[in-house]
């Protein structure tokens, strides 16, 4: 019996010793983990469906600083290096090839995550609101189920609470007001003005409603 123990013993250090392994989904360093491919306008939808795919799998340390790299003299290195690159590999395939190519040559998955949010997150997102109340507001179920059509609406609704949160704020609700107002305005006018549209939805600060009108006069 002592003997059978000792075995025994001995088995279940060699499974504990063993470094962890990665699951088939794991090593599939091509797989999408979302829908949502990083373009110029959507950081903040893309930062959250990707901190979702990440922490699903157990990996959203290597992006937020709770997973530090060990030395590289480390027993722990070569296997932190080897889930940081397929985390960079996803974060890659999670954006569109053209801004995949600027950020490729990161040394880490933080790194990378880092360079992102600094080139994006103070980005005005005025465009893809503008073009999502526009959507929402001529959406129609056009031969589709109820159930698509509901779908369809809520997805965009959803996205559009990722850009304007909900607030009981009264300063920040009065803005929306005069935003929405903007929005209605540009909205309204024919084709010819889009050059002049998406010349207004890209300055850093949104233009007074008093400028825009004196602009397109």
């Not at 091509?30 to 949502?36: A, F, G, T």
């Not at 590999?89 to 949010?117: H, P």
Request: charged share 20%.
């Amino acid at each position: 019996m002592a003997e059978e123990n000792s075995i025994n013993q001995e088995v279940d250090n060699t499974i504990t010793s063993q470094p962890e392994k990665l699951s088939e989904v794991d090593i599939n360093l091509n797989q999408r983990l979302s829908s949502v491919l990083l373009n110029e306008f959507n950081y903040h939808l893309w930062s959250m469906a990707v901190s979702l795919a990440l922490g699903g799998r157990n990996k959203l340390g290597f992006i937020n600083g709770n997973v530090l790299a060990p030395k590289n003299i480390s027993l722990d290195y070569e296997g932190w290096l080897c889930k940081d690159q397929l985390v960079m590999s996803w974060l890659l395939n999670f954006m569109e090839r053209k801004i995949a190519g600027i950020f490729s040559y990161s040394e880490s998955s933080l790194l990378l995550w880092t360079k992102v949010k600094e080139m994006y997150v103070n980005q005005n997102n005025f465009a893809h609101v503008f073009q999502l109340k526009r959507d929402i507001s001529v959406i129609q179920q056009e031969g589709k189920s109820f159930i698509q059509h509901l779908g369809s609406l809520k997805c965009m609704w959803n996205e559009l609470d990722v850009y304007r949160p909900y607030t009981i704020d009264s300063t920040v609700l009065l803005k929306k007001v005069k935003k929405d107002k903007i929005f209605q305005l540009l909205s309204s006018l024919s084709a010819d003005y889009e050059d002049l549209r998406s010349h207004i939805l890209m300055n850093l600060e949104l233009p007074t409603f008093t400028r825009i009108y004196a602009t397109i006069q």
